[in-house]
């Protein structure tokens, strides 16, 4: 009988996205489920030391089973940075309510939100965990500066904000 190993996820985990074409672009798992995800597609794979000197593109919650699956293969480990270790603020919209907030979590089962404005969300991620296709997506677009659907469709509905 064969066995079967299983992909887990680890902290430090250099993955390698498939973005079709030939191009592929890189991320690496911090915190669950936090990843942080590297500028630039490339047609030539990159060594795993020199994907710390990419600059960083955007950090997202995303499902575990981009990484369980092998969809994005792991192709190394590395220390995280200390930014990219620390958990980022992200913003939530109250759908009933429109109230926006800060979200952010400690890693240690604690969470912290407080109330915000439009101006403290400018700049954040939607507190959301991404699916990895719908991440692939936002990849390519932004590799041939297109708008994102998945990234409009997580936008603050200013209208709604009491």
Known sequence: ??????????EGDLLKIDLGDGCHSYAQV????????FEGGSVDDLAPEELSRLPVLFRLWV?????TSER???????????????????????????????????????NWERTATLADCAGLEAAAVWEPEHVEDRLRDHLTARPNKWVDSLRIDESAIP
């Open 1 to 10: 009988m064969q066995r079967v190993s299983r992909v887990r996820r680890r």
């Open 30 to 37: 911090a915190a669950e489920p936090l990843m942080v995800f």
């Open 63 to 67: 499902a575990n089973h981009a990484v």
């Open 72 to 110: 994005w293969p792991v192709i190394g480990r590395a220390a995280l940075t200390g930014e990219n270790r620390a958990e980022p603020f992200f913003y939530k919209q109250d759908a009933i309510t429109g109230r926006l907030a800060l979200y952010h979590s400690s890693f240690a089962a604690t």
